[in-house]
Structure formats: structure tokens, C-alpha cells
């Protein structure tokens, strides 16, 4: 028998739509509480992190750069040798913020080398990222690669050349916002300007080698899950030509159930008492989920009951719908914050980070390099909206230069449900998420088209109640 | 279509996005209340316009809305839809400003901005409301029928008589200024007045400039109709129209200018023929790389030897905006006047030319195309003139614009208007005489969002057609940079600010037509991105926009000698 879908595709849909928001809204997050911009370009960098991955993914549809292209998708050696210079300068470019030519000879490590040293490593890395794009094209993670360390050049040339200047002149929060609106229209215009207006989208080979077979990751499963008289039966199942096809079948009874309950139980509790430092990288509610997720996935795979065959009749039966490319995404939303997280919580940049959003004047007193970790501040948020935008254009599979600027709404939203910091941003990020999707499926007559306006009600109303944000400092 | 077709559709968008922008300019620019959703309230007065006129739905053909009052009468006319869009559009920036306006500055920004694509999403998707993603047509503008006009009936001749009468009045109001100005210049300004008022500018002691002016108007109208039923004169008054007009807009110039030494006029001359020979490429090089390569070239030496100029020479960092100024208005002027008549001269061909030139100076008269009186004259040869309805409808935006913005500064200048700027600048100080801030930003995001809905009536009139990608949120930041381009808080510079912008477009619009279809689009965004650069030079270097603040006060400490009231309300 086959279940239909209900709200609880509606929570993974939303947890997705949430690690996409999440993706931009931290680097949105960062820029707004540290460097003090509303930063409204934000979206359209999003949107230039995608186009820039077309120059490695399909070089022979960019103008200019197309003339270098030998056929579909390749690139002469000097298409290659443009592909290699400009991953090298993105790297050095993207050290260089950090502190001019001083952060080249390692001034911003946290150990002391010599200047020979630090300039050979970091030759060396740039050299490396420029080899692997230029050999690894069209490869779309090195497509992905490109555009990062592009967009880490690109985007605190913003803060050095546009709004460093309108912080020096002491300007009001509101003419920062029209000043970051300026500078949104010149991004995205500017795009348009060099790949007019015909959508485009990346030419990937989406399927992988999966259990002996292959898995195309865009194709959507169906995670059949029923509740039965004896348990609960998970099916992962694929629909093709109308026919039903389980591929995998999973059967736990009330009792196995139970002791995997009580396991994850027993594990958060006892991580979080385990860990009592909430200052440490691993907090305690961090270890709690963590102990609790492992305990989960191996009562999950330990009790994996036999069984290839879905119930027939069932007390409580519904679906989820998801593809692995949607999956992984929020496994890569997890990964890149869990870096952040490591970075925040155990360097001394991080550190001065958070020194620096709690009290600017204090940190300068005490010494901190505000400079650098403003324009540090700002190659995170480039390095996430590289990663965000193409990730965006890959799973919506069309690239427009509205693709940023449609989920700016969003992100902002979630950045000030969560009280401007980053850890609440993450926060507002899946509650929008949710709320959108959630929303198209609860409210009956509700068009796609009102995902976006969804995610301003809950936001106006979060503001009404407590405008200083979910997890704000009153 | 000869160039002055062109500057009147021009300054229609002008007037509706100045009226658009005072109102923006109440929120933000008076107030303090960082607006980024105005384009919503444009968008709820376009559609009830549009719904106010439309017919009832037929429900057999492809366009759905939910009502059209268009055939009740009172109701279903222009007058009741534009009061109606802008009371619904003031109510809801009421409604809208209830809960967002006690939040911090950039809060309020984004939440607004955030109410304007709600309000873009409802028309997109809900079909049955106004026509949903597809355009809303099927309406036309008020008193289209009788045009162009021929003078056969006396309608056609009431008709002229309204548009004389506007531009009279609005014209003879320019010059009202300029005569209480009253500085010494070579214009006889003083007997142009008397002349342009028929001797009413004696009554002066009794009657406000603006007063006068309308009386005026109305005088020219009368006198137009009756001599137009009687002789059909059209393009004698037509031209009598044009001169005086542009005679005061000289005056103006001079008057504006009349700091300016020759070399400083000098140098703007050389800026504007500058901008003349760089743009030359376009239409003599064929080859596209190399026409780009060669105008953006001669594009980049000019603004690096204005560049120079300014930081190397002392004289001319003084006058540096002036000098801009001069120069984008000898361009236009080369571009309205000589550029039309080379064709004609390359051909050897005088008659031709004055005709041409003839045709761009009585602007007031459109020449060519179907119906209108025809002419024959000496060396010139043969007019065809008349008035068509963009020149009437110009006339009547014209009026709405010169009414609103008469009001508005009475406003401004009343104890209202005060309160608003106290709450700008401090609300503790408004707080601690007793007064309500909450109430008075709940009234300024009114007043504005009521105005925002009465330009998109005019936009609903004078597009005939609204699809909702038009509402997107690139209106209102075109209308913020009109506004700090202006001066924030300065409802002249408002529709100085309008001006510029729009030229901007209309310049580089035609700019793009010497480019192949293919990179169009490519060219459209480019110009785009130079709006975003100016725009972010004009919040560095002159945040306070071209006219500045305009203060309505007189600051006593920073300057030592108080101007009287009387010159700031002048200038």
C-alpha cells in the first residue's frame, strides 16, 4: 500500500528549505552584527557565486571568457591557465584582506614562523586550489571550489572599497542600508550586464555509484513510513512508471522501539551531564544531540529487522519525499556551520570575533585587531554565499539574477527572528524554513508562491511579541 | 518622432514618480521613517485605480478581476479612482505602520519591504483578483476621445483652452519666483511678469505668487478657447505657448547660473561636447567590440580629465557641480536642437532643418502623424499640427503634481510639519513637550503612503495596462535614489531629483537602440550598474543631495546673519 504525504514531509521539507536559508543567513548574520551592515546585497552575492561557477562548469556559455572554451563543457590549455590565475589570486586575494602583505608573510597565524615559511604555504595552498580547478573542470565541486575562493577575494573588497568608507564617515544605520541596496543593484546588474538576461544552469552528472547500483541524486525517494499493530515499518521506496518499487525495508516491533527511546534518552542525558563547560566547542547541548543522533543511527541499524515487503493495511501511514541531493544539502549546511562553530569557539580570530560583537570599543581597548576580524567577518560571509549560491543553483537547476535576491527575504527574516548573532540566525533560519513549508501544507488553498510572505508573518509576529529577537540579548 | 514627443513622456514620468517620491520624502526625508516598501501603496493605488474604471468582469473572456465599477456612474470615473487609491493606500500605511513603526530603524526597513512583496504575491497568485500574473487591461484614460484635436467643435477648443491654461499657470508661477528673487539680471524678468499675468502681477500686494499664477492660468485658458472657437489659431498660440515657456526656462538658467564666469561656462560647454563626441562611436562604427571598446574609452578620458580638472584646478573644484550641471544642459540642448536638423543639412536640404527645428520649438504642438490643421510657411514648408493626448495628459499630471507640491510645503511649513522634523531629530524632545511620537510617524506614514497610491493611479492611467512584476521592489529604490539625489527632506528636490533620474533613462534608453537586438539586455543592465555607482558617489559625497536639506528654520548660532523667512521659502 502506498501513504500518502503529510506534515511530517512538511518538517523535512522544511529543515531543507531551513539549511538553504541557513546557508546564507549566517553569513548574513555575521556581517550584520559584527561589521554592523544590513548587508541587502547579500542575496546577489548568492547570485554571483552561481554565475561564477559557470566560468569552470560551463566555460563555453560565458561571454568573453567563451572564447577560450575548445567545445561543450572543455577548455584549452589557456582557458585553463585564466582558471588557474584567478583561483590563485582568490586565494592570495582572500589572505591578503586579512591584513595586507603582512598577512601574506603569516602575521595573522596563531603560531610564529618565519616569512619564508608562511609565504611558501600559502603559495602553495593557492597553488594547489588553482590546480585542482583548472584540472578538475567541469567537475561541479571544483566549480564549487572556484567560486569560493573567488567570492572570499570578492567580497571584503566591498567592506576595503565601499563600506569602510560610509563607517568612517560615522553614517546613520539607515543610510548604510540604502548604501548596501546601492551596492545590491551593482552586483546584480553588473551580472547581468556580462551574462544577460537567459537563465542558465549547471550540466552535472547527478548520478553515483550507491550499493552496487547507481543513484541518481536529484531523483526524489519515498520514505514510506507505517505504524502497524506489531511496530513501526520503514520503507524507502521508488516510483517508476506509476509502479511502486521498495528498495530497502526496515521493521522494528514496540520493543525495540522502546529501547532505542530510552537509549537516546539515557545518552543526551548523560552527555549533557558529562559536559558542564558551555564555553568548550562541544557544549552540552551540542554533546546531547550528538550522543542522542549516534544512539539513534545505531539502535536504527542494530534492530534493522528482515522484511521486503510493505504492510497491507496500517493504523497511521505517511510519506516523505525527499531526494539525496536535497539530504545532502543539509548534511553540507551541518558540516560548513560546524566549522564555523569550531572557528568561533576554539581560535583566537574567533575569539576576537566574538569580542568584538560584544562591545567593538572594549575589544579595541584590549588590543584586538578589529580590522582583521571585520574583514574576516567578511570573507566568512563570502565563503558561505559562494557555497549557498551554488548550491542554490544546482538544486533549483536554473540560474536567474533574481536566484539571491528571492531568498534575501527569507534570510533576513531569520537572521532577526534570531536577535542578529550567528547561533540564533541558524536558529531563525530552520524556524522560517519550517514555517514556510509547514504553512503551504497546512493552510488549505495556499500557493507556492506565498512561501516568502509565510515567513514575514511569523517574523511580524516574533517582532510584535518579542522585538529583540528569539534568542536576543533585551 | 520628433524630440519634444520625447521629453513629454518624459516629464509624465517625472510627475508620477516626483509625486511618488514627495511621498517617500514625507516618510523619510521629513519624518525619519526609513520607508523600503513604498512601492507597495504604488501598487495598491494602481490597481484600485484600474478596478475603479474597468468595466464589470465578462466572465467569458481570458481577464478575471474581482469587481469593475467602470460603468456606475460618478463612481466609475478617474476623479472617484483616484481619490479612492489614495485613501485605500493611505489606510493601509496606516494599518502597516500600526505595528512596524515602534521598530528599530533597520527592522522597520526590512519588515516593510517584506509588506511589499506580500502585497506583488497576492496580485501574482491570486487570479480572481486582479487578473493574477497576467496584465490587467481592458481600461482607458479619462477624455481620450476627442484627440487629437482639429478646433472643429468646441470641445476641441475647451480642451486646448485646459492645457494652455496649465501651462500658463505653472510657467507664470516659475517666473513669480523668479521675480521675488529679484536679483539683477540682463532678463527683463519685471516686464515679462506684468506681460505673462496681464497686468494681475500689480495686484501682488494682496495675492501670493501662486495666486497670480493661477489666475493667469485661467486667463490664458479663457482667452484660448474663445479665440479657438472664434479663428482656430492653433499654432500661433501654440507658439506664443512655447516661447513664453521658453523664455523663463532661460531666465531660469541665467538666474540659476549667474555665478558663473565665462571660463566656468567655458568648461561646462567643453563637458557637454565632450559627452556629444564620446557617444560618437555608437552610430559611426559598426564593428560592436570595437564601438564599445571606443565610446567607453572616450567615456573614461572624459570623466578622468573632469577628475583632474577638479582636484588639479582650484577654480574649478569650486563650481564642480555647477559646471556638471552646464554641461548635461548643453547637451541636451545640442541633442533637442542641432542633432535633429544635421540629417536634413547633410542633405543640403535648410527648409527641412527649420522645420525640424520649428517642430522641436513649439513644443506645445505635436506635427506630423494623422489629423490636425494643416499649415503651409515660407522656407519652412509644410506643418501638420496638433495636440495629442500625451500633451494633455501631461498637462493635467503637470497640475496634480504643482497641487500637491503647494500643499506639501504648507505642511512642511506648518507647526505639523515641525513636529515631524522634531521627531526626526529627536523624538525624547517631542516626548517632553507633551506630544505623541507614535501618533505623528503613524500620520507621516499615512500622508506618504496616500501619495505613493496617487502616483499609481496616475501610473494606471498612464500605462494602460498593470501586470505586477511592474510593483517590484527596484520602484522603490529607484524612488530612494530620486530622493537623496534631491535632498532628503527637500520637496523641490524631489522633482529635480525625478528630472534627473528620468533623463538618465530616456538618454540611455536610446542609447541601447545602436546596439544588435542580441545584447540589449546586456547594455539595459549596464546602465543600471552606472545608476548604482552615481547613486553611491552622490551618498559619499553629497549625502545631503543636490539641493540639501531644506529646513524651514533659521539656525541661529552656526550662521551670523538669520536670513529672513521670506528667501528660504524663495529659493
Not at chain 1, 533574481?402 to 536558529?427: P, R, W
Not at chain 2, 504604488?42 to 473572456?61: E, H, K, M, N, R
Not at chain 2, 539680471?185 to 495666486?211: D, E, H, I, K
Amino acid at each position: 500500500m502506498a501513504a500518502e504525504t503529510g506534515v511530517l514531509n512538511a518538517v523535512v521539507t522544511g529543515i531543507v528549505t531551513g539549511s538553504i536559508v541557513a546557508l546564507g543567513a549566517t553569513g548574513l548574520a555575521l556581517v550584520y552584527d559584527i561589521a554592523e551592515v544590513p548587508n541587502f546585497a547579500h542575496g546577489d552575492l548568492l547570485t554571483l557565486g552561481a554565475y561564477t561557477a559557470l566560468l569552470v562548469n560551463k566555460p563555453d556559455t560565458v561571454p568573453l571568457f567563451g572564447a577560450l572554451a575548445t567545445g561543450p563543457q572543455q577548455l584549452g590549455v589557456a582557458g585553463m591557465a585564466v582558471l588557474f590565475v584567478l583561483s590563485v589570486a582568490g586565494v592570495l586575494g582572500t589572505v591578503y584582506h586579512l591584513g595586507g602583505i603582512g598577512a601574506l608573510r603569516g602575521d595573522w597565524w596563531s603560531v610564529d614562523v618565519s616569512d619564508t615559511v608562511a609565504l611558501v604555504v600559502h603559495g602553495g595552498v593557492a597553488a594547489a586550489v588553482g590546480v585542482a580547478v583548472a584540472l578538475g573542470a567541469p567537475n561541479f565541486f571544483a566549480s564549487l571550489l572556484f567560486a569560493f575562493v573567488l567570492l572570499g577575494a570578492v567580497v571584503p573588497a566591498l567592506e576595503s572599497y565601499v563600506f569602510r568608507k560610509f563607517r568612517e564617515k560615522d553614517v546613520e544605520l539607515a543610510l548604510m542600508l540604502v548604501v548596501s541596496l546601492a551596492v545590491a543593484f551593482i552586483v546584480r546588474f553588473g551580472i547581468q550586464t556580462v551574462f544577460g538576461g537567459e537563465i542558465r544552469s549547471y550540466t552535472v552528472d547527478t548520478t553515483a555509484p550507491f550499493l552496487g547500483g547507481q543513484l541518481d541524486v536529484t531523483l526524489a525517494k519515498f520514505f514510506d513510513i507505517f505504524v502497524v499493530e506489531t511496530g513501526l515499518v520503514v520503507g524507502i521506496v521508488e516510483s517508476r512508471a506509476g509502479t511502486i518499487e521498495p528498495l530497502l525495508v526496515l521493521s522494528y516491533s514496540w520493543l525495540e522501539l522502546g529501547v532505542v527511546v530510552v537509549g537516546t534518552a539515557a545518552a543526551a542525558t548523560l552527555a549533557s551531564r558529562r559536559r558542564r563547560d558551555s564555553a568548550a566547542v562541544v557544549g552540552p547541548r551540542l554533546a546531547a544531540v550528538g550522543a542522542a543522533l549516534a544512539v539513534l543511527a545505531l539502535g536504527g541499524a542494530a534492530f534493522w529487522g528482515g522484511g521486503t515487503t510493505l504492510p497491507d493495511a496500517s493504523l497511521y501511514a505517511t510519506r516523505i519525499r525527499a531526494s539525496p541531493l536535497r539530504l545532502g544539502i543539509i548534511g553540507l549546511a551541518l558540516f560548513m556551520m560546524s566549522l564555523l562553530h569550531y572557528l568561533l569557539q576554539a581560535t583566537t580570530l574567533g575569539k576576537a570575533m566574538r569580542a568584538t560583537s560584544d562591545n567593538r570599543q572594549l575589544a579595541m581597548v584590549r588590543g584586538i585587531n578589529t580590522r582583521q576580524v571585520m574583514m574576516s567577518v567578511w570573507i566568512i560571509s563570502g565563503l558561505f554565499a559562494a557555497v549557498g549560491g551554488v548550491m542554490l543553483g544546482f538544486l533549483f537547476s536554473s540560474i536567474t539574477i533574481n536566484l539571491g535576491f528571492n531568498l534575501l527575504l527569507a534570510m533576513f527574516a531569520g537572521v532577526i527572528l534570531g536577535g542578529i548573532s550567528v547561533y540564533g540566525a541558524i536558529l531563525g533560519s530552520y524556524v522560517v524554513g519550517l514555517a514556510m513549508e509547514i504553512g503551504i501544507f497546512a493552510i488549505p488553498g495556499l500557493s507556492a508562491t506565498y512561501r516568502i510572505p509565510l515567513a514575514f508573518v511569523v517574523l511580524l509576529l516574533v517582532l510584535l511579541i518579542k522585538p529583540e529577537g528569539i534568542v536576543g540579548r533585551s | 518622432m520628433a524630440a519634444s514627443d520625447v521629453v513629454m513622456s518624459f516629464m509624465l514620468l517625472v510627475s508620477i514618480y516626483g509625486i511618488l517620491s514627495l511621498g517617500l520624502n514625507i516618510k523619510y526625508g521629513h519624518t525619519g521613517l526609513l520607508d523600503f516598501g513604498h512601492v507597495g501603496f504604488y501598487l495598491i493605488g494602481a490597481y484600485t485605480a484600474a478596478l475603479f474604471v474597468l468595466g464589470p468582469d465578462d466572465p467569458s473572456d481570458f481577464t478575471t478581476y474581482v469587481v469593475g465599477l467602470g460603468e456606475l456612474p460618478v463612481i466609475g470615473t478617474w476623479g472617484t479612482a483616484i481619490l479612492a487609491a489614495t485613501l485605500l493606500a493611505g489606510l493601509i500605511g496606516g494599518l502597516v505602520a500600526l505595528p512596524t513603526i515602534r521598530l528599530r530603524e533597520d527592522y522597520l526597513a526590512i519588515t516593510v519591504l517584506g509588506v511589499s512583496v506580500i502585497f506583488q504575491r497576492i496580485i501574482q497568485s491570486e487570479s480572481w483578483l486582479a487578473n493574477g500574473p497576467d496584465a490587467l487591461r481592458g481600461y482607458s484614460p479619462p477624455l481620450q476621445g476627442p484627440f487629437p484635436l482639429t478646433m472643429e467643435t468646441g470641445l476641441d477648443a475647451a480642451l486646448f483652452g485646459i492645457f494652455v491654461a496649465v501651462v500658463w499657470a505653472v510657467v507664470t508661477g516659475g517666473l513669480g519666483r523668479l521675480h521675488t528673487a529679484n536679483d539683477t539680471t540682463r532678463w527683463p524678468v519685471a516686464r515679462l511678469y506684468t506681460l505673462g499675468t496681464f497686468g494681475l502681477a500689480r495686484r501682488r500686494g494682496a495675492w501670493s505668487a501662486s495666486r497670480v499664477a493661477a489666475v493667469a492660468g485661467l486667463v490664458a485658458g479663457v482667452l484660448t478657447t474663445a479665440l479657438m472657437a472664434t479663428l482656430a489659431r492653433l499654432l500661433a498660440v501654440g507658439a506664443i505657448v512655447s516661447l513664453y515657456a521658453w523664455v523663463v526656462a532661460l531666465a531660469f538658467v541665467a538666474h540659476h547660473y549667474r555665478d558663473l564666469g565665462g571660463r566656468e561656462w567655458a568648461v561646462g560647454v567643453a563637458l557637454g561636447t565632450g559627452l556629444l563626441v564620446a557617444l560618437l562611436p555608437l552610430p559611426v562604427v559598426e564593428a560592436v567590440g570595437l564601438k564599445i571598446a571606443a565610446t567607453l574609452g572616450l567615456l573614461a578620458a572624459l570623466v578622468a580629465s573632469y577628475y583632474y580638472a577638479v582636484t588639479r584646478t582650484e577654480w574649478v573644484a569650486d563650481v564642480k557641480l555647477a559646471v556638471v550641471g552646464v554641461g548635461a544642459m548643453w547637451f541636451v540642448s545640442l541633442w533637442y536642437f542641432l542633432l535633429p536638423t544635421l540629417g536634413p543639412l547633410g542633405r543640403g536640404d535648410v527648409g527641412g532643418a527649420l522645420n525640424v527645428l520649428v517642430q522641436n520649438l513649439v513644443w506645445a504642438l505635436r506635427f506630423g502623424g494623422d489629423g490636425g490643421i494643416g499649415y503651409t510657411l515660407v522656407v519652412i514648408g509644410d506643418l501638420t499640427a496638433t495636440i495629442d493626448y500625451t500633451r494633455f495628459q501631461l498637462a493635467g499630471f503637470l497640475l496634480f503634481l504643482a497641487g500637491l507640491y503647494y500643499v506639501l510645503e504648507l505642511a512642511v511649513q506648518s507647526p505639523f510639519g515641525r513636529v515631524l522634523r522634531a521627531v526626526r531629530n529627536d523624538e525624547t524632545v517631542v516626548k517632553s513637550l507633551g506630544k505623541d511620537p507614535f501618533v505623528y510617524k503613524v500620520q507621516s506614514m499615512v500622508i506618504g503612503s496616500a501619495l505613493g497610491g496617487f502616483a499609481g493611479a496616475l501610473w494606471a492611467m498612464y500605462a494602460q495596462g498593470l501586470t505586477f512584476t511592474t510593483f517590484a521592489p527596484r520602484v522603490t529604490f529607484i524612488t530612494l535614489l530620486i530622493m537623496f539625489v534631491g535632498g532628503a527632506g527637500n520637496n523641490k528636490g524631489m522633482i529635480l531629483g525625478a528630472g534627473i533620474f528620468w533623463a538618465f533613462q530616456q538618454a540611455t534608453t536610446q542609447l541601447a537602440s545602436y546596439f544588435p537586438p542580441a545584447i540589449r539586455v546586456n547594455i539595459q543592465a549596464f546602465r543600471l550598474v552606472i545608476v548604482g555607482v552615481l547613486f553611491l558617489l552622490i551618498l559619499y559625497y553629497l549625502p545631503e543631495g543636490l539641493l540639501g536639506r531644506d529646513d524651514h528654520t533659521t539656525p541661529a548660532e552656526t550662521q551670523p546673519e538669520p536670513e529672513p523667512e521670506a528667501t528660504t521659502e524663495a529659493d
